[in-house]
């Protein structure tokens, strides 16, 4: 195909074999992309394309990766929002007939294989080093191990208890990646030997938790793809990634209102976020 369509924050080159996503690198544009810059989309990582209505006079060119071809969709777990979404190209209206015919192109090319779990990586991961500030600590990954240290602001007593973790990637099965774009996010590492029922994330040393700004998406997921994608390619096979699941422990529940409670009292978040979050920590129980 070799034709390039531009649309609002990115442009999709066609080339034989794949897509070449650029990304707008500026203020407007969403911070995930910028720091992904570009990626290169193999058509065999495709399950589906989609061409929909979008808002304000637009159309969304949607390109459905398949599970297992991206790690950092699989780490996502379905928690981007649509506006972040790497795989969503928007387009002015008037170029639908356009976005039709390269969705047509691309659906064309898609193989036999689409509807089923790819069976290894063929989208790359960002590579490291990576590294990024949490509330309670600084992890970094070298590309050989996971490295997590303490911020004496942020971590619980237990994890200074335990003090600075080092996980070698050969330690390692998998990921849980929960966004921080709510107060509870965090990113868990899941060892091969971890308890079967793992301690809550700001008490559990193979987490670091988010909050106040600590641990964006545009820093934290990158990352968690990019240790995702390590650990597949040392062992040789399919990555667990934990999915949260939508009911949660009646402790877990009151100690984030607790916690919601302390952000509230220091004046870190108004008396609507306030009452908002804790009504929807309530509907999980």
């Known amino acids: 195909m070799g034709d390039v369509l531009a649309g609002i924050h990115a442009t999709w080159e066609f080339e034989p074999d794949?897509?070449?996503?650029?990304?707008?690198?500026?203020?407007?544009a969403p911070k995930l992309y910028t720091a992904l810059r570009e990626r290169r989309i193999p058509h065999e990582a495709l399950e589906s394309v989609t061409l929909t209505p979008?808002?304000?006079g637009t159309v969304v060119l949607h390109a459905v990766p398949r599970p297992g071809a991206d790690p950092l969709m699989d780490a996502a777990a379905g928690q981007l929002k649509d506006g972040c979404d790497p795989y969503r190209l928007v387009l002015p209206a008037e170029r639908e007939t356009l976005a039709e015919y390269y969705a047509d192109e691309l659906r064309a090319l898609l193989g036999p294989d689409a509807a089923e779990p790819c069976e290894r990586y063929v989208v790359a991961a960002p590579e490291p080093p990576q590294s990024f500030k949490a509330y309670d600590g600084k992890a970094s990954f070298d590309g050989r191990q996971v490295a997590f240290r303490w911020f004496w602001t942020g971590a619980s007593s237990a994890k200074w208890k335990a003090g600075d973790q080092t996980f070698p990637l050969a330690s390692l099965c998998g990921v849980e990646w929960?966004?921080?774009?709510?107060f509870d996010g965090y990113l868990r590492l899941l060892r091969r030997d971890g308890e079967?029922?793992?301690?809550?994330?700001?008490?559990?040393?193979?987490?670091?938790v988010f909050g106040l700004g600590y641990g964006p998406v545009h820093e934290s997921l990158p990352f968690a793809a990019a240790v995702l994608q390590a650990i597949r390619g040392a062992a040789g096979a399919p990555v667990?990634?934990?999915?949260?699941?939508?009911r949660r422990d009646p402790?877990?529940?009151?100690?984030?209102?607790r916690?919601?409670?302390?952000?509230?009292?220091?004046?870190?978040?108004?008396?609507?976020?306030?009452?908002?979050?804790?009504?929807?920590?309530?509907?999980?129980?």
Do not use: M, N, W, Y
């Open 18 to 28: 794949s897509v070449l996503i650029r990304f707008e690198r500026g203020i407007r």
């Open 259 to 285: 916690h919601l409670g302390e952000l509230h009292r220091a004046g870190l978040v108004t008396d609507d976020e306030f009452s908002a979050k804790k009504a929807e920590l309530l509907a999980e129980l």
């Open 196 to 208: 079967a029922a793992a301690p809550q994330p700001d008490q559990d040393p193979a987490a670091v």
């Open 178 to 182: 929960r966004s921080p774009e709510v």
């Open 240 to 246: 667990p990634v934990a999915v949260s699941s939508g």
């Open 54 to 56: 979008g808002k304000r």
């Open 251 to 257: 402790a877990d529940i009151a100690e984030r209102i």
